[in-house]
């Protein structure tokens, strides 16, 4: 007999109460070991980047786009250990730099960073590993997402109208 099971939203069949507890037993199994493996890859990078951080060798990082969530991001470099913005895009360069003072960047920071109009040249850049994609824009988002599959660079879209 074929019949919705209580609180799912699937048909199963039903032989007995052992069928369904070994059916839930599995899902149980499943998400225990989900999350296990998840907590063994959040340990793995956290030793990934612990060794970076001993051997000096920071997660080098290309910010697209200093408007506010690039501000957002922006705001937390200080305090991240390993974590080194080498090159900020945005379309007008000066504001980009008056984003970062604005959100706690010191001098020094900021001398050290090199500020362009041109989020393509931030991909090129060889010493970039990681490019924040935080323009807002869909169709530029898009663009600068292939331009650093392209270029072998990972991404993290902020660009929430171009992450679908």
């Not at 959040?42 to 786009?65: E, H, T, W, Y």
């Amino acid at each position: 007999m074929l019949r919705r099971s209580p609180g799912l939203n699937f048909p199963t069949q039903h032989f007995d109460n052992r069928c369904r507890l070994r059916i839930f037993g599995w899902h149980a199994l499943f998400t225990i070991l989900y999350t296990f493996s998840e907590s063994l890859i959040n340990m793995f990078l956290q030793n990934l980047i612990s060794q970076r951080i001993d051997n000096n060798k920071p997660v080098k990082v290309a910010l697209i786009g200093a408007g506010k969530f690039g501000s957002m991001f922006l705001s937390q470099v200080p305090t991240t250990p390993g974590l080194e913005v080498v090159i900020i895009a945005d379309l007008i360069p000066d504001n980009a730099k008056k984003a970062c003072k604005n959100v706690g960047w010191n001098d020094d920071l900021i001398s050290n960073t090199e500020f362009v109009d041109s989020g393509i040249r931030a991909i090129t850049k060889s010493e970039v590993e990681v490019v924040v994609e935080a323009t807002g824009h869909p169709s530029a988002g898009i663009l600068h997402a292939r331009e650093a599959f392209r270029y072998g660079k990972h991404i993290v879209m902020v660009n929430v109208e171009a992450d679908v």
